[in-house]
């Protein structure tokens, strides 16, 4: 059974700085099947980024994907005031696991 | 503009039965996989069951399969999970999603609350 683990499980920054989120699969996955969410407290989660590195329609281009393998990346280059919220990353396609999440919070 | 409203959540006690719906729009609809995740209070995101465009394949989460049953109409655009032998750890926010090959779940219901408490 694939498992997710995302890292760290909190994160405190500043605006303007940049954030980095990590989710590690228990096995290797397609980079082709890999997608990040971001969810903010009462609402719906949203997709951010898909294929890995593709970000989703509408979705500032201070957010990046990367990896490949069992380790995929989030990166914020500058966090706005807008980007404190619960990240988490899918693996979809044969089984739709997600990662347990990380929570951005402003420090 | 793509949009997936939900209803049917409530307050049922433990063995009971409840029925979600999913109303689509803005999408042709029959063209689409379709999703429910749900998320228990405080915890994360957790992916429940979807259906195929023409509602010949269906899959589910292993603690939810052959409790719970998910379909569609495609001429009413609608999407139901009915859910039977409920337990108290299926008491979460139910979302439906579209489900695209290659992309993730790219647009989101609002969730409907699901209590099963005694």
């Known amino acids: 059974e694939l498992v997710l683990t995302q890292s760290p499980g909190t994160l405190s920054l500043s605006p303007g700085e940049r954030a980095t989120l990590s989710c590690r699969a228990s096995?290797?996955?397609?980079?082709?099947?890999l997608a990040w969410y971001q969810q903010k407290p009462g609402q719906a989660p949203r997709l951010l980024v898909y294929g890995a590195s593709s970000r989703a329609t509408g979705i500032p281009d201070r957010f990046s994907g990367s990896g490949s393998g069992t380790d995929f990346t989030l990166t914020i280059s500058r966090l706005e005031p807008e980007d404190f919220a619960v990240y988490y990353c899918?693996?979809?396609?044969?089984?739709?696991?997600f990662g347990q999440g990380t929570k951005l919070e402003i420090k | 503009e793509v949009q997936l409203v939900e209803s049917g959540g409530d307050l049922v006690q433990p063995g009971g039965s409840l029925r979600l719906s999913c109303a689509a729009s803005?999408?042709?609809?029959?063209?689409?996989?379709l999703t429910w995740v749900r998320q228990a209070p405080g915890k994360g995101l957790e992916w429940v069951a979807n259906?195929?465009?023409?509602?010949?394949?269906?899959e589910y989460l292993d603690s939810v399969k052959g409790r719970f049953t998910i379909s569609r109409d495609n001429a009413k655009e609608l999407i139901f999970l009915q859910m039977n032998s409920l337990r108290v750890e299926d008491t979460a926010v139910y979302y439906c999603a579209r489900d695209v090959d290659r992309v993730g779940f790219d647009y989101w219901g609002q969730g409907t609350l699901v209590t099963v408490s005694s």
């Open positions: 096995q290797s996955i397609s980079s082709l099947y």
């Open positions: 803005g999408f042709t609809f029959s063209r689409y996989w």
């Open positions: 899918q693996r979809y396609g044969d089984s739709k696991t």
């Open positions: 259906i195929k465009e023409d509602g010949s394949r269906r």
